[in-house]
């Protein structure tokens, strides 16, 4: 168990759908990253928040945006769902930001699958 | 910008064989490099790094992986396999240009065999 927790852990929805994954990072870490894993792309980085603030922005749609919070949980928001956003969707959190060897921690996933 | 090579989709060994899992980098600057492996519906857990030093590294479950700078490789290495090893790795580095974020090679599944 990583400690970084992801709600729900799957989810089905129709085309046309806005839906919100949810990410609560491990204790006292302050940076929350999202990826993207699907087949033909495979684990693509979205984008990277940090204490709060926006730090990097990866291959992410603008139809997607994300955000976090106070208590430093994140959410990441898909709408206007397309067949080609069904994916396993990946929080991962580190102790901080701006030091390259820290290993981020990934929690279990969501998986989303679009009708 | 940086990147990660897996050159093998999958490998199969036997049991008790020794195993190798590939991996080629491409970044500028000091290279980060990291792998993980990833279970079957679960998320993907880290096994060992690279930051400097000793080229050999020595990680969870018994792997270790091997830095060599001139063949920019980081191949994925333990003595004995195991059938619970069976899994999908991926060899990744640090993106120390931009977003501090991870940048994943494609993964190889790994099938030992008993």
């Known amino acids: 168990d990583s400690g970084v927790t992801q709600t729900p852990k799957h989810l089905i929805t129709a085309t046309g759908q806005r839906v919100t994954l949810r990410c609560s990072p491990r204790?006292?870490?302050?940076?929350v990253y999202w990826y993207q894993q699907s087949l033909d792309q495979g684990l693509q980085f979205l984008i990277h928040?940090?204490?709060?603030?926006?730090?990097a922005k990866g291959n992410i749609l603008e139809r997607f945006s994300a955000q976090q919070f106070p208590d430093l949980h994140s959410e990441l928001n898909l709408s206007s769902l397309e067949l080609g956003d069904s994916a396993l969707y990946f929080c991962?959190?580190?102790?901080?930001?701006?030091?390259?060897?820290?290993?981020?921690?990934f929690g279990p996933g969501t998986r989303l699958t679009v009708l | 910008a940086q990147s990660v090579a897996q050159p093998e989709d999958q490998v199969n060994v036997a049991e008790g064989n020794p195993l190798t899992v590939k991996c080629t980098y491409s970044?500028?600057?000091?290279?980060?490099l990291f792998w993980y492996v990833q279970y079957p519906n679960r998320g993907l857990q880290f096994l060992l790094k690279?930051?400097?030093?000793?080229?050999l590294v020595k990680g969870s479950y018994g792997f270790e992986a091997e830095f060599n700078k001139s063949q920019t490789s980081f191949h994925l290495k333990k003595p004995s396999a195991l059938v619970s090893d069976s899994a999908l790795y991926f060899c990744?580095?640090?993106?120390?240009?931009?977003?501090?974020?991870?940048?994943f090679g494609p993964g190889t599944r790994l099938s030992v065999l008993p």
């Open positions: 991962a959190s580190s102790v901080t930001t701006g030091v390259s060897y820290n290993e981020q921690f």
């Open positions: 204790s006292g870490d302050l940076s």
């Open positions: 928040y940090y204490n709060g603030e926006e730090r």
């Open positions: 970044v500028s600057g000091n290279p980060y």
């Open positions: 690279y930051i400097t030093g000793d080229n």
């Open positions: 990744a580095v640090r993106d120390t240009t931009y977003g501090q974020n991870f940048v």
